[in-house]
């Protein structure tokens, strides 16, 4: 190519289109800042909204669990008054009874009896009706461990039951099994 020819492409103004204007190199600028959107997204904000999101499905996680949770309580209480029951009509005397909480779905449940009842061969039969009840949670997905504790607990006793967790506590009075928590 010539050398005039050269300086001559050199000297005219490119084009670009901008939809259907046709706009000159000098003008190409402001025809792209015309196309940005108004609000630019930045990594910033990106990762705000994932925490936000996060932090609300924790949120629904912890309501979820904490009301799933709050059943399972329900349920044992009635489980409690179940055995309690079972145990007066058998003709044992149960007096208190605790309950710990491991994880939302995880209890263990201790019935206090006097010894003289723990120590008969009848009271055998009870465990029969806790095996059951334990197998019945399971199928809701609870798991559930129902012991006994005989004689009677001193003070110092229940600060240790306390220590391993077993922050609710019931008693029964006149043999009222019926009460729920």
């Known amino acids: 190519m010539p050398v005039s020819t050269l300086a001559r492409v050199q000297r005219t103004p490119a084009i670009a289109l901008s939809g259907t204007k046709v706009v000159r190199r000098r003008d190409r600028h402001e025809a792209w800042k015309k196309n940005f959107p108004k609000k630019v997204v930045t990594q910033n904000d990106l990762v705000n909204a994932y925490l936000r999101g996060v932090q609300k499905g ?16 329900e349920a044992i209480a009635m489980d409690r008054n179940r055995i309690a029951e079972f145990l007066i009509k058998e003709g044992f005397t149960p007096t208190r009874a605790f309950l710990c909480i491991r994880e939302w779905n995880v209890f263990q449940l201790l019935l206090v009896v006097p010894e003289e009842d723990f120590l008969k061969d009848s009271f055998l039969s009870v465990y029969d009706l806790t095996f059951e009840i334990e197998e019945a949670r399971k199928k809701m997905d609870v798991h559930l461990d129902i012991g006994f504790i005989n004689g009677t607990l001193s ?7 306390e220590s391993d967790g ?10 009222d099994a019926s009460r729920t928590a």
């Not at 003070?155 to 039951?161: C, V």
């Open 58 to 73: 924790l949120d629904d996680v912890r309501k979820f669990l904490y009301e799933k949770m709050d059943e399972s309580v």
């Open 155 to 161: 003070e110092q006793d229940e600060h240790r039951l």
């Open 166 to 175: 077993y922050y609710f506590d019931w008693e029964f009075t006149n043999g």
